[in-house]
């Protein structure tokens, strides 16, 4: 593989790349006894995932949510491999005439060459955001970033996104690294700190779209 790892462990090795209008990341993880690999999300203009991939045996391709910049590249990944592609329940349906092969539910463990991957339904950013949990890494998607929560388009869902945020994604291990759908990567702890000072000075969660925990 010509690209360095972002993340690796005895199991896996994690890759990340940056594409599309938005600076969206995705990510191609794979499993080190197998090669067998996993996609996770698909922005747009995905040639050098798409060249690591191939160096791999593409088994999957998860999406955290069904947000166009998140998907530009689905199409040209799907025709190059074949490969399953999953979703979260509540955001397949949105992606007609692209569902993907199946839908992803809380809790659901998925298996891809010798990792196992734990799926968290965190609702809130979208209905059917979903995280993913492979031993201590994190996919976020657009629910968690360093600094605070992914955008929300109203306080209703403002309040969800806090609550799959600090009922799901604070109560993993504090030594948890999680990569999220635009910029760098965080820690639970840090995430933990941050959030403890948000709920003491956060007055009203009649608030929305784009949050910093520390403003
Ligand atoms: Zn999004």
Same mark, same amino acid.
């Given at each position: 593989?010509?690209?360095?790892?972002?993340?690796?462990?005895?199991?896996?090795?994690?890759?990340?790349?940056?594409?599309?209008?938005?600076?969206?990341?995705?990510?191609?993880?794979? +499993?080190?006894? !197998?090669?067998?690999?996993?996609?996770?999300?698909?922005?747009?203009?995905?040639?050098?995932?798409?060249?690591? %991939?191939?160096?791999?045996?593409?088994?999957?391709? @998860?999406? !955290?949510?069904?947000?166009?910049?998140?998907?530009?590249?689905?199409?040209?990944?799907?025709?190059?491999?074949? @490969?399953?592609?999953?979703?979260g329940?509540?955001?397949?349906?949105?992606?007609?005439?692209?569902?993907?092969?199946?839908?992803i539910c809380d809790g659901q463990?998925?298996?891809?060459?010798?990792?196992?991957?734990?799926a968290i339904h !965190?609702?809130?950013? !979208?209905?059917?955001?979903t +995280?993913?949990?492979?031993?201590?890494? @994190?996919?976020?998607?657009?629910?968690?970033?360093?600094?605070?929560?992914?955008?929300?388009?109203?306080?209703?869902?403002?309040?969800?996104?806090?609550?799959?945020?600090?009922?799901?994604?604070? %109560?993993?291990?504090?030594?948890?690294?999680?990569?999220?759908?635009?910029?760098?990567?965080?820690?639970?702890?840090?995430?933990?700190?941050?959030?403890?000072?948000?709920?003491?000075? +956060?007055?009203?969660?009649?608030?929305?779209?784009?949050?910093?925990?520390?403003?």
């Amino acid at each position: 593989m010509n690209y360095k790892p972002e993340f690796t462990d005895k199991d896996m090795s994690l890759y990340k790349f940056i594409s599309g209008p938005y600076d969206n990341n995705g990510y191609l993880l794979v +499993c080190k006894q !197998t090669n067998k690999s996993v996609i996770v999300d698909a922005p747009g203009n995905p040639d050098e995932l798409i060249s690591a %991939a191939q160096e791999t045996d593409t088994d999957m391709m @998860l999406i !955290t949510h069904n947000h166009w910049d998140h998907l530009l590249g689905y199409k040209e990944i799907t025709t190059k491999f074949n @490969l399953r592609t999953g979703i979260g329940v509540d955001d397949a349906e949105g992606m007609k005439p692209d569902i993907p092969d199946f839908q992803i539910c809380d809790g659901q463990t998925l298996t891809v060459g010798k990792i196992s991957i734990k799926a968290i339904h !965190t609702p809130g950013h !979208t209905e059917g955001s979903t +995280c993913f949990l492979i031993n201590n890494i @994190l996919f976020t998607g657009d629910t968690l970033f360093p600094g605070g929560p992914g955008k929300s388009q109203n306080s209703k869902a403002f309040q969800t996104i806090i609550n799959s945020i600090s009922s799901k994604l604070l %109560a993993l291990k504090q030594s948890v690294v999680f990569f999220p759908g635009h910029g760098l990567d965080g820690t639970i702890k840090n995430a933990q700190k941050d959030y403890f000072v948000f709920e003491k000075n +956060c007055s009203s969660y009649e608030i929305f779209g784009d949050i910093e925990w520390l403003n």
